[in-house]
Each structure stands twice: as structure tokens, then as C-alpha cells.
């Protein structure tokens, strides 16, 4: 989870990433200037802010090895970026467009999670993502991306 964390913290205006058309472009969002793990109770004067949410990990029996004692695990992870109340605007649906762009764009970076140039995982799945509503409303508060990261790890370690 680290890692996702680093790189949410990433999407800053000031910094670049290739889009998908090789092209060398800023991000357009300042959203990863308050990023934390798990987080739910932002105060309104520390929004926007980003939640990232580790969900239950599963095994895919299809990918793991008895015989190498290794298993394929697959771990949801939610991306959840809440707004300010006082950025409810018009513009609400293009702040939503952005910051969707900026937290793909971020992930398409290393869809493996590589550290000190090895993969740590074998790939990135998109599940879904969108606006995220008030209860009971249309008003937009913030967004939320799912996704699927696949990785090996040996049978019963938690320490990788």
C-alpha cells in the first residue's frame, strides 16, 4: 500500500508522466498534495484529499503453484478522492473528469509497482470508477477508483 500511496502523491500539477500517446504532459490536479492510507475523517480545510483502501485479498488458484509453493494474490484497492464542499461548482463533472485522468494516469505510470527496478506485481486490472454522491442527493462529493492488483507471494507470508 505504500506505494500506491507514494504515487497518488504524485498528481501535482508541477509534475509530468507519458500519456498514452507517448506524449510528455503535466498532471492536472494538485489532489496529491493530502494522501494517507485508510483515512476516512478529512476536515473541509484539508479537502481535496485522496484515500487509498486495502479490500480483502483472494487467491487465484488458477495462476498459484503447489509445487513452487507460491500463490497468485488478488488485492482490491479502492481510490477514493473527496472533495471540498465549497468546490461543488458547475464545474463539478470537469473536477471529476481530471482527477479520474490524474489517478489513471498515475497508475499507468508502473502497473507492475516496481521498486528499485523489479516488479512487484504481475498486473494492474481496472474494475471501475466514477463520481462518488452525497447520500440521498445528486451532489457530487468526490470520486472513487477500483482496481486489482495481481502479485505472487509464498504460500502463508505476510511478509511480502
Not at 57 to 66: H, K, M, P
Not at 97 to 107: F, M
Amino acid at each position: 500500500m505504500t506505494e500506491i500511496v507514494a504515487r497518488m502523491e504524485t498528481i501535482l500539477t508541477t509534475n509530468t508522466y507519458v500519456n498514452a500517446q507517448g506524449a510528455t504532459v503535466n498532471f492536472q490536479t494538485d489532489i496529491g498534495t493530502r494522501v494517507e492510507e485508510g483515512r476516512t475523517n478529512w476536515d473541509q480545510n484539508e479537502l481535496p484529499a485522496i484515500s487509498v483502501f486495502q479490500g480483502t485479498v483472494t487467491i487465484d488458484r488458477e495462476q498459484s503453484s503447489d509445487e513452487d509453493r507460491v500463490v497468485c494474490r488478488v488485492m482490491p484497492v479502492m481510490i477514493q478522492c473527496t472533495f471540498a464542499q465549497s468546490d461543488a461548482t458547475a464545474d463539478t463533472g470537469t473536477m471529476v473528469r481530471k482527477v479520474l485522468s490524474d489517478i489513471h494516469a498515475a497508475i499507468r505510470v508502473d502497473m507492475k509497482w516496481s521498486v528499485a527496478g523489479v516488479p512487484q506485481a504481475l498486473r494492474t486490472d481496472e474494475i471501475s470508477h466514477g463520481p462518488e454522491y452525497k447520500s440521498e442527493t445528486y451532489e457530487i462529493i468526490g470520486t472513487q477508483t477500483a482496481i486489482e492488483i495481481r502479485y505472487f507471494a509464498p504460500h502463508f507470508s505476510m511478509e511480502d
